[in-house]
T-cell receptor, first 117, second 116 residues
Framework: DTAVSQTPKYLVTQMGNDKSIKCEQNLGHDTMYWYKQDSKKFLKIMFSYNNKELIINETVPNRFSPKSPDKAHLNLHINSLELGDSAVYFC????????????????FGPGTRLLVL | AQSVAQPEDQVNVAEGNPLTVKCTYSVSGNPYLFWYVQYPNRGLQFLLKYITGDNLVKGSYGFEAEFNKSQTSFHLKKPSALVSDSALYFCAVRPSIYNQGGKLIFGQGTELSVKP
C-alpha cells in the first residue's frame, strides 16, 4: 500500500533527450510537490501544485514542465536534458495549506535517480 | 532571507549514548518546523514536527525535538542511540506566511553515524 510512488526509480539518459518522471499518491492529498536533491544531498523545492493548479515555481528552467492531470498525480517532464540535471528528484504530497498557513506534513516518494550522460 | 542551518555535517555517537542533531532557523513569522530522516537510497521519512504548543515534541522511533524560540533552534534528540539510527537527517522549516505555497526549506543535512 504505497503512499507516494514514483516511476521510474532510476533513469539514465543522454544529454539532449526528453524524459518524464511520474508521481502518484494514494493519501487523498490535494497538494503535490517536486523537490530536487543534488549531489551534495541538498534539497530544494521546484514546484508545488494544489488541485491541479500551479502554486510554486521556484525559478526552475522552463525545460522542466510539471503536469497534474488530477490531484493524485504530478508528473515532471524535462526537455533537452543537461548534465547538471543529474540529481535525485523527489515527489511529495500533503493536505492543502490554508490561508493562514499550517503545518501539514509532506510525505515523500522514494525518489527518481536521474543520470544524464 | 529564510533559511535553515544544520551546523554539523556529521555526528558520531556510540550506541546507547544520547544523541543531538542541531538545527537553527531564520524565517519571517512563526515557523513550522520538521525533521525528516533519509536512509541510503531511500526517500525522506517524516520524524516529527512543531507547529504550536509544547516546546518538546515527540516523534517516531524514540526521537524528540525541542523548539527554542529565543535561540531559533529546533535540535533533534534521542536518549539512547541505536546503530539503526545511522542515516542522513534533515531539518526543515515551512514559513507560516500564507502565500508561500507550503514549500519546505531544508537544512543541508547531518549524517548521523552510530557505532556499536
Amino acid at each position: 500500500d504505497t503512499a507516494v510512488s514514483q516511476t521510474p526509480k532510476y533513469l539514465v539518459t543522454q544529454m539532449g533527450n526528453d524524459k518524464s518522471i511520474k508521481c502518484e499518491q494514494n493519501l487523498g492529498h490535494d497538494t503535490m510537490y517536486w523537490y530536487k536533491q543534488d549531489s551534495k544531498k541538498f534539497l530544494k523545492i521546484m514546484f508545488s501544485y494544489n488541485n491541479k493548479e500551479l502554486i510554486i515555481n521556484e525559478t526552475v528552467p522552463n525545460r522542466f514542465s510539471p503536469k497534474s492531470p488530477d490531484k493524485a498525480h504530478l508528473n515532471l517532464h524535462i526537455n533537452s536534458l543537461e548534465l547538471g540535471d543529474s540529481a535525485v528528484y523527489f515527489c511529495a504530497s500533503s493536505l492543502k495549506h490554508d490561508s493562514r498557513g499550517s503545518g501539514k506534513t509532506q510525505y515523500f516518494g522514494p525518489g527518481t535517480r536521474l543520470l544524464v550522460l | 532571507a529564510q533559511s535553515v542551518a544544520q551546523p554539523e555535517d556529521q555526528v558520531n555517537v556510540a550506541e546507547g549514548n544520547p544523541l543531538t542533531v542541531k538545527c537553527t532557523y531564520s524565517v519571517s513569522g512563526n515557523p513550522y518546523l520538521f525533521w525528516y530522516v533519509q536512509y541510503p537510497n531511500r526517500g525522506l521519512q517524516f520524524l516529527l514536527k512543531y507547529i504550536t504548543g509544547d516546546n518538546l515534541v515527540k516523534g517516531s522511533y524514540g526521537f524528540e525535538a525541542e523548539f527554542n524560540k529565543s535561540q531559533t533552534s529546533f535540535h533533534l534528540k534521542k536518549p539512547s542511540a541505536l546503530v539503526s539510527d545511522s542515516a542522513l537527517y534533515f531539518c526543515a522549516v515551512r514559513p507560516s506566511i500564507y502565500n508561500q505555497g507550503g514549500k519546505l526549506i531544508f537544512g543541508q543535512g547531518t549524517e548521523l553515524s552510530v557505532k556499536p
